[in-house]
């Protein structure tokens, strides 16, 4: 997201290429920024040294509220950010990963470790509403892993929570009774992981299936597999 690549990865969501999304916390807060302000992320070194860091009063409220309908609704946080962003009619909607897939009809799943999100530091943030909605989209995301059979599963540039999320999502649906046991998983990242190796390219298909790690900048990897797999499906029709 922080790299400009909504606009390859809506191009696959609407060519039904991508069919689901999951993501941590921060994606939520730069996703939104680039929905409300067409721009996301601050200079970190700038803004910490007088307590400035992740202030912003327009991200923190404009999430937190709609979290908290998330919970009033019963619904994930994936779904709730992505409907509350297009009830507001950002000028940026079209950019944004979330906006589009609540329009287009596909689960985004966000899940969220405690204290490590700016918004979690705003008044309005709460802890029920956050880890309700988070625990809804964890189940939301082990439905789709439980279909994941001769699928694909990229992991693309989360180096420790996605990687430990889909491997318990893995052992969840498999624990009860799907056969997940061949499908392809992908890594990308700008640079060798333990976590994303072993819980993406290794375990989970070490009984079936495919794992490539492909290591590169994510403005330069993810336009490039884009274009592949659109020149491979032309080629197949």
């Known amino acids: 997201i922080k790299v400009g690549l909504n606009p390859v990865i809506i191009d696959l969501m609407e060519r039904s290429i ?6 941590n916390g921060a994606c939520i807060i730069h996703d939104a920024e680039i929905a409300m302000a067409g721009s996301t992320s601050e200079e970190v070194g700038d803004v910490l040294g007088d307590g400035a860091f992740g202030a912003a009063k327009e991200t923190g409220e404009v999430l937190n509220l709609a979290i ?3 919970a009033d609704r019963k619904i994930g946080m994936g779904q709730a950010v992505g409907e509350h962003l297009l009830s507001r009619d950002f000028p940026h909607n079209d950019k944004s990963l979330l906006a589009m897939a609540a329009k287009l009809g596909i689960p985004v799943t966000v899940h969220v470790a405690i204290g490590t999100d700016i918004i979690h530091i705003h008044p309005s943030a709460s802890g029920v509403d956050i880890g309700q909605t988070s625990h809804y989209d964890f189940r939301l995301f082990c439905s789709e892993v439980a279909a994941l059979q001769e699928g694909a599963y990229l992991n693309v540039g989360s180096a420790v929570l996605l990687p430990e999320v889909f491997l318990k999502a893995l052992t969840v649906v498999r624990n009860l009774g799907h056969r997940v046991d061949d499908f392809t998983t992908a890594n990308f990242d700008f640079m060798k992981q333990y976590r994303t190796f072993t819980n993406v390219v290794n375990r989970p298909v070490a009984t079936g299936g495919r794992g490539f790690n492909i290591i590169g900048h994510h403005e330069l990897m993810i336009p490039l ?12 029709c």
């Open 18 to 23: 991508i069919t689901g999304i999951a993501m």
């Open 225 to 236: 597999l884009a274009a592949s797999l659109l020149d491979e499906l032309s080629e197949n």
């Open 68 to 70: 908290a309908e998330g």
